[in-house]
């Protein structure tokens, strides 16, 4: 693992700035290819990922893997991760406090990977990365923000129970990988918001 991710890991697994350290197993670091492309961001641990330590290696983490697979991408040459690092009880929606304080992880891992794309999972993503809401509005779709680009598109675990939400993330992510193509190709992509800041 690249040194500096290596050092962030370190750091959030004896991490306890929030209370969320008083009832995981164990923190859950980003994980994955230091020099990838994009950075997926989700939400939070959960009990899989409490277990072992590891992001989205639970049923929601088998359909983020079946998404890539269908776009021809390895999970191995992706970085993976999540808005906080620890899960939160019962799987509730991590606190506004909560995502806040664990947000320094986040911005320096992508501060060290320098993703081309930030591949949003979610409405918790959303709206702590970009104070957005309504995914299913803007799941597709291209932003730009302070220079960043990110891609939206639904969270895996609600595709669990729904053939037609598994069909949109397939869908989701193929654009994103046929995005990525692009700019590694230099080529001008269509941004479909532009925030200021
Ligand atoms: N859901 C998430 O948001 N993240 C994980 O790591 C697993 C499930
Ligand atoms: Fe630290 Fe984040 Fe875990 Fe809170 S959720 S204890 S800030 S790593």
Do not use: W
Not at 21 to 26: D, F, I, L, P, Y
């Amino acid at each position: 693992m690249n040194q500096e991710l290596e050092i962030i890991k370190q750091n959030v697994i004896k991490c306890t700035k929030c209370d969320l350290c008083k009832t995981r197993t164990n923190a859950v670091p980003g994980k994955g290819n230091s020099q990838s492309d994009v950075i997926f961001v989700g939400e939070a641990p959960g009990r899989n990922e409490d277990k072992n330590g590891e992001p989205f290696i639970g049923v929601a983490g088998k359909k983020l893997s079946i998404a890539l697979d269908e776009a021809g991408i390895s999970r191995d040459a992706v970085y993976i991760t999540n808005i906080v690092k620890c899960r939160p009880p019962n799987n509730r929606v991590p606190k506004a406090s909560e995502r806040d304080t664990c947000q320094e992880y986040l911005k320096q891992e992508i501060s060290i990977i320098k993703p081309k794309i930030i591949c949003i999972l979610g409405n918790t993503a959303f709206n702590s990365i970009l104070g957005g809401s309504e995914i299913m509005k803007f799941r597709g779709k291209i932003i730009r923000k302070d220079n960043q680009l990110y891609f939206l598109t639904i969270h895996p675990a609600a595709t669990i129970y729904n053939q037609k939400l598994i069909d949109i993330l397939k869908i989701d992510i193929i654009k994103l990988f046929d995005l990525i193509r692009e700019l590694k190709n230099n080529r001008e992509v269509l941004v479909d918001i532009e925030y200021t800041s």
